[in-house]
């Protein structure tokens, strides 16, 4: 996640307005691949201008994304997003509005479906990439389990958060030998167990 100060906090209203798959996706070509036209993201997303159109309006309308004219050339107009990162309030999912919830359920689903396209997309393309990044271990797929209370998920939650701005400080330059953009997921959810084992 970008530094709080470029990362936008979801209220209940800029939830509802952003909660629509083709609005994330939208966004999230804008965040990875910079300023576009809503033809460019139409031919990118494989959606039509008129829906790319439509749908950048509204991420503009909530605050997401506002015109980019220096990119512009006679007609054409330009999009750009205005923060880094988005992050819900925490108590949205259990709010009082079926909306609301509705919202935050619409959006952790869209957000899961699209860390899921990522990695798909990764393992399809994976021997694309040369042997730096293979024969150095520089790509993971891992996961552990372990016991905590909501308090120590919430300290491992900081620190790997702490931890992953401190490598997006080093701003390494874009002519950097091997250098690549890369994507960090992280998941921590509690799970349900049987600690009886099989009958």
């Known amino acids: 996640m970008p530094g709080e100060d470029n990362v936008r906090k979801l209220d209940a209203r800029s939830l509802r307005g952003l909660a629509h798959p083709l609005r994330m996706e939208l966004l999230g070509a804008l965040r990875r691949h910079g300023p576009a036209t809503a033809s460019m993201l139409a031919e990118r997303l494989g ?12 991420l503009a309308a909530h605050g ?35 909306a609301v919830r509705g919202a935050a359920d619409a959006f952790l689903h869209e957000l899961v479906a699209q860390h899921t396209r990522d990695v ?13 990044w293979w024969e150095n271990h520089a790509m993971d797929l891992s996961d552990w389990q372990l016991r905590l209370t909501p308090e120590l998920a919430r300290e491992l939650i900081a620190k790997v958060h702490e931890l992953i701005g401190t490598y997006d400080d080093l701003d390494v330059p874009e002519d950097a030998a091997g250098a690549e953009y890369v994507r960090f997921h992280t998941h921590v959810f509690p799970i349900a167990t049987d600690r009886k084992g099989p009958q």
């Open 47 to 58: 959606e039509s201008s008129g829906a790319t159109s439509y749908h950048l309006r509204q």
């Open 120 to 132: 798909t997309t990764w393992v399809a393309t994976r021997d694309e990439w040369g042997p730096a």
């Open 64 to 98: 997401f994304v506002e015109d980019a004219p220096e990119h512009g050339k006679g007609r054409e107009r330009w999009w750009k997003v205005v923060e880094q990162g988005i992050s819900m309030q925490e108590d949205l999912h259990q709010s009082t509005d079926p």
